[in-house]
């Protein structure tokens, strides 16, 4: 599956990160108006628009500001830089301990899109102005996570699962020993190996893969 790099695309049959491509069941084709109505107020604020992993982005002088996605039940913007914002109205989230600098803006239905249109496109001003004034985040030191020992035996048995699991970014590897080492049965830990283990040989993280199951 190829991620979609048009704009038309994207609206027409969806991000192609999934099996529901085209199809009815494309969360972009059954939030159509909630995601019509999102990118209407992102080109009220940015001049830029392109497509990252499959969905529009926003930028500014090609520096990527926000992102519009699309998931089963909820559809929204993630702020890359949110940390920085002043989320004066305490709606942006973060969706986990790892991801340190983005915020996710997030809605279940048309009304609350249509409730919240000034403050939509406030916070898409607001982090506009973070971008244009240069500003950077100060991540915090992440936590680090052992290689648990099912781990170690799949490097023994594969060493190309070993080259490509080292391979990867320092962020996705922490993210996978992360969720490796939550699991308190060994049985489950191995499991969880295997499950990700055609996604980390194609170098795709643990974010991006939950997405695409």
């Known amino acids: 599956m190829k ?11 969806g991000c192609g990160r999934c ?19 999102l990118r209407q107020l992102a080109l ?15 930028c500014h002088n090609g520096k990527n500001i926000v992102i ?7 559809f929204g913007f993630t702020f890359f830089k949110g940390s920085l914002m002043s989320d004066t109205e305490g709606v942006l989230v973060q969706q986990t301990e790892n991801m ?7 809605y279940t239905n048309l009304s609350q899109i249509v409730a919240q249109q000034d403050l939509i496109r406030a916070y ?6 973070i971008e244009k004034a240069g500003l950077k985040p100060k991540p915090k030191v992440a936590k680090q996570f052992p290689e648990p020992t099912e781990l170690l035996e799949a490097f023994r048995i ?8 080292k391979s990867l970014t320092p962020g996705r590897q922490r993210n996978y020993l992360r969720h490796f080492n939550e699991a308190k049965q060994s049985a489950t830990r191995t499991a ?21 199951q």
């Open 158 to 165: 594969d060493p190309n699962f070993e080259a490509a699991f």
């Open 19 to 37: 099996s529901k491509f085209g199809t009815d069941d494309c969360s972009v084709r059954r939030h159509s108006a909630e995601i019509q109505l």
């Open 124 to 129: 898409l001003f607001e982090a506009l102005e």
């Open 3 to 13: 991620m979609t790099k048009s704009i038309d695309v994207f609206l027409a049959d």
């Open 100 to 106: 340190q600098t983005t915020r996710v803006l997030r």
């Open 68 to 74: 519009l996605h699309s998931f089963k039940d909820n």
């Open 192 to 212: 969880r190996i295997e499950k990700y283990k055609p996604f980390i040989f194609k170098g795709i993280g643990m974010d991006e893969a939950w997405k695409m």
């Open 44 to 58: 009220e604020v940015f001049t830029e628009e392109t497509v990252k992993w499959g969905s529009p982005c926003y």
